[in-house]
């Protein structure tokens, strides 16, 4: 498990002195969490014709990673970093703290869109994630140690980070992509645990009426139930929207999106996103 104490003190030692202008910055800061297809398999060497554009790092968008430390070896950015595919924990990577690594998630598109939304904002990504992970469990606020706890102080030392820069920040937003491990879940369960999530995400963070994006997990013909929930806390919770998964591919049997979808889910995740900022809160 990971000692966050000692992380902090090394991300301030890694972010110490690095802002993108002499002059104090304010940052909105969208979180994105959730298990692998958040985390990212799609592949950076598909980033080819049309989708070369997210290949290349993006300077005007920080992103503050962390991936694995419950069931997998953790890997963090270390800090603040410009945007760019690669902060992904790739299974099976022998260096955890490699980056960037081979993969990607929706991080690489969700960040250029929101920036264009938002022009003259400085955007910073938090990005939370582990793969293998469910609900039920791994990120149930009420287990104690696993990945929602790590989660909330990983977003607070964040903060802190920024503060330490002599900056400010303000979280707008948060994407969750998670539900693959939650198949067998009975129907309406899955609801009643993410409904839980986002009230607890909302109060623990301070902020009421956060604007929260469900990412729909891919349809395979056995995740029904997964999906169904998912609509209906999009469509009984106050500020929450859902971004589909229709007609998008995977790389292997219908788990985890390929490049363009990737990058396809990315653009929806933001587009809702957009949406509900626009929205006024009730």
Same mark, same amino acid.
């Given at each position: 498990?990971?000692? $966050?104490?000692?992380?902090?003190?090394?991300?301030?030692?890694?972010?110490?002195?690095?802002?993108?202008?002499?002059?104090?910055?304010? /940052?909105?800061?969208? *979180?994105?969490?959730?298990?692998?297809? #958040?985390?990212?398999?799609?592949?950076?060497?598909?980033?080819?014709?049309?989708?070369?554009? $997210?290949?290349?790092?993006?300077?005007?968008?920080?992103?503050?990673?962390?991936?694995?430390?419950?069931?997998?070896?953790?890997?963090?950015?270390?800090?603040?970093?410009? *945007?760019?595919?690669? /902060?992904?924990?790739?299974?099976?990577?022998?260096?955890?703290?490699?980056?960037?690594?081979?993969?990607?998630?929706?991080?690489?598109?969700?960040?250029?869109?929101?920036?264009?939304?938002?022009?003259?904002?400085?955007?910073?990504?938090?990005?939370?994630?582990?793969?293998?992970?469910?609900?039920?469990? &791994?990120?149930?606020?009420?287990?104690?140690?696993?990945? /929602?706890?790590?989660?909330?102080?990983?977003?607070?030392?964040?903060?802190?980070?920024?503060?330490?820069?002599?900056?400010?920040?303000?979280?707008?937003? #948060?994407?969750?992509?998670?539900?693959?491990?939650?198949?067998? #879940?009975?129907?309406?369960? /899955?609801?009643?645990?993410?409904?839980?999530?986002?009230?607890?995400?909302?109060?623990? *963070?301070?902020?009421?009426?956060?604007?929260?994006?469900?990412?729909?997990?891919?349809?395979?013909?056995?995740?029904?139930?997964?999906?169904? &929930?998912?609509? !209906?806390?999009?469509?009984?919770?106050?500020?929450?929207?859902?971004? &589909?998964?229709?007609?998008?591919?995977?790389?292997?049997?219908?788990?985890?999106?390929? !490049?363009?979808?990737?990058? !396809?889910?990315?653009?929806?995740?933001?587009?809702?996103?957009?949406?509900?900022?626009?929205?006024?809160?009730?």
């Amino acid at each position: 498990m990971m000692n $966050y104490r000692i992380f902090l003190g090394v991300a301030a030692f890694f972010t110490a002195g690095f802002s993108p202008s002499v002059r104090a910055a304010h /940052y909105d800061v969208f *979180l994105l969490a959730g298990q692998s297809n #958040m985390d990212g398999r799609a592949s950076v060497a598909d980033l080819k014709g049309d989708l070369e554009k $997210y290949a290349k790092s993006n300077p005007d968008i920080l992103i503050h990673f962390s991936a694995g430390g419950l069931k997998r070896p953790l890997t963090t950015s270390l800090g603040f970093k410009p *945007l760019q595919p690669g /902060y992904s924990g790739t299974p099976g990577n022998k260096n955890a703290n490699a980056l960037p690594t081979k993969t990607f998630g929706p991080e690489v598109s969700f960040g250029p869109t929101m920036a264009q939304a938002l022009p003259g904002k400085h955007l910073l990504l938090v990005k939370f994630a582990e793969g293998g992970t469910s609900l039920a469990h &791994d990120w149930n606020p009420g287990e104690p140690g696993k990945l /929602y706890e790590n989660f909330i102080k990983f977003v607070l030392q964040t903060q802190e980070l920024v503060k330490r820069q002599g900056d400010t920040c303000e979280i707008r937003g #948060m994407v969750w992509h998670q539900g693959e491990s939650d198949a067998a #879940m009975p129907a309406g369960k /899955y609801q009643a645990a993410l409904t839980a999530l986002i009230a607890k995400v909302r109060s623990d *963070l301070g902020v009421r009426d956060l604007p929260f994006v469900i990412g729909q997990v891919f349809d395979n013909g056995k995740r029904t139930g997964i999906i169904n &929930d998912q609509k !209906a806390t999009a469509g009984a919770v106050a500020h929450v929207g859902f971004a &589909d998964a229709n007609g998008l591919k995977t790389i292997d049997k219908g788990t985890h999106f390929d !490049a363009g979808s990737q990058i !396809a889910l990315g653009n929806r995740l933001a587009h809702e996103m957009i949406r509900l900022l626009k929205s006024p809160a009730p």
